[in-house]
């Protein structure tokens, strides 16, 4: 494979490791918080390349992932209404539900159908009038702003048939939400890139200012994110704490703020019920009272369908860091990716497909 | 309550649950011989001779797109399908599934390009048969194409014949195909326009065999993609194989709209790129023929079978780490994130 730019240069790669390795004098560990991470340092094999003192361990960024299994459930049960036609992104046909999975629920009946963008849904929308077409929202505040606009746009054309089922989440909520269970030793997080492009770096400055919680925002190529490791091993050894950014080709410090501002016209904070880690006070996007006509849960009563995790799935505990994939006894033996038992085995974004697909401990 | 099994998309992705079906559903029931070789065309022994016999349908969707179009996939799946066999391809037949409402326009522009991809392959079609279906049944149109070819004496490729020491070459950039495909339904538009690698390869099969004739597998790297064929053939040889992430050719269009969208090139369907495994002393040669023939002038070495850890495909990434590259499983899709 060639490579496109520097960021994915092997010499430079290589120069990091060695200074990493130079400067890291004592064990730390560091969460990189975004799936996309923990993908990319699997793909690339940075795990193997760090001195063993260096951890990486993977955090809750997985919007489908997070999702709570309830949501789920009721996902699965609003495509079963009458004249709904359900879209979605892809990762989320395949996440088991306490009964069904999307794609199965496709297969018995009902209409639902992968777009790449809410546009799509709304284009779906205009051309199926006598159908409710429904987006399911899931994601952060990288997906969100797309979203909110296609709920603008749907208002603009007139649409009385497309809503949104909203169960997009915002990401600092989630990292304190860690940070206050206290399960695990943290000496620093590899801050989400396609987030924080958004956010900007400076909705993670309370970590520093209030955990002493060093961050550096990574992008998703090898250079970025050893480059990443580099600056938060220099931040630990030099007893710092600030937010840094390692991706100045798409990161600011104030984002993206006309993305930002569609985010907060269409989306109010609200509480929201996270796999993993419970409850989160407003740290959810619901749609506010304005556009309540394209809420889904508004226009449909979605039945509170008896919700139950996957007996013995770990996937809550991996969202935290508090044990890797492996030590999941489902791990490899029930669960894999043709037959997934939680969601952070079936999103390209979760710990556990990344950790079966590139299995690099297997080598031993 | 046992939920009942259902067939999901899943199982069309050419991957593990593709494989899963394959073995569960048709594998008992038809077990033979040479059903069991699970080859790309069955060996068929016919009064002292080999015949080659392969089936391929498609449902492409959009049907025309750059590089090519349903029908000349049609025909050259069937016949590299052929061809990987060592077969030399000569006859087809073609089915076509029609939904109500298609313009006849359109059903005469795919039978234009068939028409053409069997003159450039060769072939002839002597036979076939059409349905039409109501609308909303299909996707315009559905083509099925099956095919025989004869397969030369002394040749003898098998799935199940690498051997470790051989070398894995590649005929050209991978990913092309299904990244053309993905980038049209989503409609991403790029400045670099890619195109798919729709090809025959009959013509450098025989190429390539008259430099290398113990040339020990070949296989088409479609559905699944580059990956998932590494992975079947080192299962169907009981062989390991270890390839270079640096070597493995996928042109920087592809590239970057594979980074784009979250994939991995390595799992992107291809409709003209086969792996040839060829033993070492005729790797050299092998490549020199290949790189001749304007289809697979960027042939290349990308790594090699070994004896330590069989059944699995190891990747040697940039960097000098190493994982583990597994078939394509669940579906290939974009991120969200």
Not at chain 1, 129 to 157: C, K, M, N, W, Y
Not at chain 2, 49 to 75: C, E, N, Q, T, W
Not at chain 2, 153 to 169: K, T
Request: charged share 20%.
């Amino acid at each position: 494979m060639r490579f496109v730019d520097e960021f994915e240069n092997p010499v430079l790669a290589r120069k990091l490791i060695a200074e990493i390795a130079g400067m890291a004098t004592k064990p730390m560990s560091f969460m990189e918080f975004c799936g996309g991470h923990t993908h990319a340092i699997m793909q690339f094999g940075i795990r193997q390349l760090l001195p063993e003192y260096v951890r990486l361990m993977s955090g809750p960024g997985c919007p489908v992932c997070v999702t709570s299994q309830k949501d789920i459930d009721r996902a699965i049960a609003l495509s079963q209404f009458p004249g709904v036609l359900l879209t979605t992104f892809g990762d989320m046909m395949r996440v088991p539900g306490t009964t069904y999975t999307l794609q199965e629920a496709s297969a018995a009946g009902s209409d639902v159908r992968i777009v790449y963008s809410p546009m799509d849904a709304v284009r779906l929308a205009q051309e199926h009038s006598d159908r409710d077409v429904v987006f399911l929202g899931v994601g952060f505040e990288t997906t969100a702003p797309g979203i909110a606009a296609s709920i603008l746009q749907a208002a603009r054309l007139g649409l009385k048939n497309y809503f949104v089922f909203s169960m997009h989440k915002y990401t600092p909520p989630a990292m304190r939400g860690i940070l206050d269970g206290g399960e695990v030793h943290l000496d620093g997080i590899i801050g989400p890139g396609h987030v924080a492009t958004i956010t900007g770096s400076n909705a993670w400055k309370f970590l520093p200012l209030e955990y002493h919680m060093p961050v550096v925002v990574s992008g998703f190529e090898s250079v970025d994110i050893l480059l990443t490791v580099r600056m938060l091993v220099e931040q630990v050894m030099t007893g710092k704490a600030e937010v840094a950014n390692a991706y100045g080709r798409s990161v600011f410090p104030e984002g993206n703020v006309v993305a930002q501002r569609i985010m907060d016209q269409v989306f109010q904070m609200a509480d929201a019920d996270w796999r993993g880690l419970g409850v989160l006070p407003m740290s959810g996007m619901a749609i506010r009272p304005e556009y309540s006509a394209f809420d889904a849960e508004v226009r449909f009563e979605i039945p509170d369908v008896p919700s139950r995790e996957p007996p013995g799935c770990r996937c809550g505990e991996v969202l935290r860091g508090v044990i890797e994939p492996p030590e999941c006894p489902l791990f490899g033996k029930i669960c894999t990716p043709d037959t997934p038992r939680g969601p952070c085995m079936v999103s390209d974004e979760g710990a556990c497909s990344a950790y079966y697909l590139y299995q690099t401990e297997a080598l031993g | 309550m046992r939920k009942e099994e259902l067939i999901t998309m899943a199982h069309g992705t050419g991957g593990r649950m593709t494989q899963q079906l394959i073995d569960k559903v048709f594998g008992t029931r038809f077990s033979n011989p040479i059903l069991d070789r699970m080859n790309d065309a069955a060996i068929l022994p016919v009064g002292g001779g080999r015949l080659a016999f392969s089936i391929d349908g498609h449902v492409v969707s959009p049907l025309f797109f750059p590089g090519g179009d349903i029908g000349k996939i049609a025909i050259f799946g069937t016949v590299n399908d052929l061809a990987m066999m060592g077969a030399r391809p000569l006859w087809l037949v073609a089915s076509f599934i029609i939904e109500e409402g298609l313009p006849m326009e359109t059903l005469r522009k795919i039978a234009d390009s068939m028409a053409e991809a069997v003159k450039q392959t060769g072939v002839q079609l002597v036979g076939g048969d059409t349905k039409v279906v109501e609308k909303e049944k299909g996707d315009g149109v559905y083509v099925s194409v099956a095919g025989v070819g004869i397969v030369p004496e002394g040749r003898n490729i098998d799935a199940s014949n690498a051997q470790p020491r051989d070398v894995l070459i590649v005929s050209a950039p991978i990913g092309n195909h299904g990244i053309t495909i993905m980038t049209l339904r989503e409609g991403l538009k790029f400045d670099v326009e890619i195109t798919s690698d729709a090809a025959p390869l009959n013509g450098i099969v025989e190429d390539l065999l008259k430099a290398a004739p113990h040339v020990h597998v070949m296989r088409d790297a479609s559905r699944g993609g580059l990956a998932t064929v590494l992975n079947e053939l080192s299962s169907a040889s009981g062989v390991g194989i270890e390839i270079d992430e640096d070597t493995v050719p996928v042109e920087e269009p592809v590239e970057r709209a594979c980074a784009l969208l979250g994939l991995d090139p390595l799992y992107v369907a291809n409709e003209g790129v086969f792996v040839a495994v060829v033993p070492p002393e005729e790797a050299d040669a092998a490549l020199q023929a290949m790189r001749v023939h304007p289809l697979s002038k960027k042939a290349v070495k990308i790594g090699e079978v070994v004896e330590s850890h069989p059944e699995r495909v190891v990747l040697r990434t940039a960097l000098g780490a190493q994982r583990i590259v597994g078939p394509l499983s669940g579906d290939l899709l974009p991120r969200i994130c």
